[in-house]
């Protein structure tokens, strides 16, 4: 297992309230992730500086084997470099249907040119078809996805990210609102996709994080407090002062 | 494996067939060609309606599907017809000064020709001198490269610009107001080259075309609008079909969601904002050669304003719903502000249109915004069910 992505003594202030202090953090590929931490710990702003969306005022972020900044680079330059996000909210594109939008997301030239030049292939109908049988969307292809559940927009979105071949997938809160038995086929989805890219999720619920089964980082006021397996970090005594602290 | 464009969007035929037949019938209804129940001017202003609708179709683009609210596209509409105007002034009176100076007894020689016109067309802001932007006016083919370039360069740096930065929302559609104004107010300048609050005038007196007379005339470029329209609306047809449509569309309902799948939302929306200006400039070209005058007044900030209500009222999202909205409201506009609509006598107040016009069409904007936001063109999804 490679490093993929390190992160290493990043600090953002925000008006003078600093988000990340000194954060420090590696992932491999391939490798299951779950970050946790209260309310305000910076796991949202972590997310956003790994893509590109908020620029740290300190610290280094390496990528790949040819150990490129990703400070340098736009959003979307990131992702097409293989950084997928999955937002807390789910997004997709409502007023389109289900196979519009992994068209949207599947790995192809970016540009406006390529764009409109685009002509459907074999390949990408079959990757999509494949996709919609992993996320359980095969039935919903033609439909709005707007009129899909909560759940299913959920996968969806997770979808697009699979479509897009990344090599980081940044998954916020995937589980929330979700019944149990969405919630199961989540944990399979996330699971299986960690068996081939790194992925990292942000989850506060502790049954949901259990159930992945991964090395967890803790991160409180934009540090990490600790790393390890589940019950190794909620045995140490700063993690239960701050969860149960507050 | 893929169906033709046209077969998978079968609205861009009906509204072809549409096209024709009303330009069909127009003919047939004409001084020129048919029986002559329409009046030359009721042709002009049907043509100019034409290229109304071809402007609207370019704003739902950048507004109804791109979700950039431009209230600058008039700009661009304006300096289209600026464009074309300075070749039609020029050579138009060229033809005047070169036919009154072959009576002088000394065959008159080119520099007395060119001051010659330089005298007629900046008297008005007391000058003769040819400014620096009427170097090509003498070409033809290099005015019509200017009606696409003068908009489009304006659009790209413009677009460049405030993309970049990341200009959204309100303060984008503040910002394009302020382009179209301070252009006209540019304009309005008597040493602005393009002769002031005068502006451009004769432009319906095609150069080497007098013997053919205004009947003629006015019915060529009718059907020069509708090829146009045409034309413009399967470009914008084809290029909101497809991916680039469910990327741009994208980009209307979730900008930051689309960047991070990788595109590279900036790029696109200065080519919709580079594309759809362009084409405005195109359709101003064909407008004021059929108005006859051009000045600042037609780029002030309130015909942008309208141009985007005529899309919200006709529908936005829709190309037909463009056309539809805009061709209704103009010639309702013109209907009710030229005297035609009967005035509401009240018994204490009498309703005259011309003053109450706009408040009819301030009110339906907001009736349409509040109760059938998707306009006019949104009647059409009872008759045809969409399947998704």
Known sequence: MSTLLEVSGVTVSFDGFRAINNLSFQIGEPELRAVIGPNGAGKTTFMDIITGKTKPDEGRVIWGEKSVSLLDMSESAIARAGVGRKFQKPTVFEDQTVRENLAMALKNPRGPFDVLWYKKTAQGAEKIEEIAEEIGLTDELKRRAGDLSHGQKQWLEIGMLLAQDPRLLLIDEPAAGMTPAEREHTTDLIKRAAETCAVVVIEHDMEFVRRLGCKVTVLHEGAVLAEGSLDHVTQNQDVIDVYLGR | ?388
């Open chain 2, 1 to 388: 494996m893929e169906r033709s464009f046209i077969m998978r969007n079968p609205s861009v035929l009906w509204f072809l067939l549409a096209l024709a037949l009303f330009t069909l019938g127009v003919t047939i209804l004409s001084e020129a060609f048919g029986v002559g129940t329409l009046s030359t001017s009721f042709i002009k202003t049907l043509g100019k309606t034409l290229c109304l609708c071809l402007i609207a179709v370019a704003m739902d683009v950048v507004w109804g599907y791109c979700g950039i609210l431009s209230l600058g596209h008039f700009a661009f509409f304006g300096l289209g017809g600026y464009a074309i105007g300075m070749w039609l002034m020029y050579a138009r009176t060229e033809e005047i000064v070169v036919n009154s100076l072959n009576e002088a007894a000394i065959p008159p020689t080119q520099q007395e020709i060119i001051d010659g016109i330089g005298t007629q067309i900046f008297g008005v802001v007391g000058s003769s001198e040819f400014p620096m932007i009427w170097a090509f006016s003498h070409s033809l083919g290099l005015q019509l490269l200017m009606v696409i370039l003068v908009p489009g360069l304006l659009a790209l740096v413009f677009g460049w610009l405030a993309f970049r930065s990341r200009v959204t929302g309100v303060y984008l559609s503040i910002l394009t107001q302020a382009m179209t104004l301070a252009l006209a107010l540019y304009l309005f300048q008597n040493d602005s080259g393009l002769r002031g609050n005068n502006g451009l005038s004769g432009l319906q007196n095609i150069p080497g075309l007098d013997h053919l007379g205004q009947a003629t005339i006015s019915m060529w470029f009718f059907w020069a609008s509708a090829i146009a329209l045409g034309a413009g609306y399967v470009l914008f047809a084809w290029v909101t079909s497809g991916k680039m449509g469910s990327v741009i569309r994208g980009i209307r309902d979730d900008e930051s969601r689309v960047r991070f799948l990788g595109y590279h939302v900036e790029s696109y929306k200065l080519f919709v904002f580079t594309l759809t200006a362009v084409v405005a400039g195109i359709a101003g070209a064909l407008y004021y050669p059929q108005a006859g005058i051009i000045n600042p007044a037609e780029i002030a900030p309130i015909a942008s304003i309208y141009l985007a209500v005529w899309v919200a009222i006709g529908g936005r999202g829709r190309l037909y719903g463009a056309v539809i909205g805009a061709a209704f409201v103009s010639l309702l506009s013109s209907w009710f502000t030229g005297g035609g609509a009967p005035s509401i006598p009240l018994g204490f107040y009498t309703i005259q249109w011309t003053d109450w016009w706009l408040v009819l069409l301030g009110v339906s904007f907001v009736a349409v915004t509040l109760f059938f936001p998707k306009g006019i063109g949104g009647l059409f999804d009872y008759l045809v069910r969409k399947d998704p």
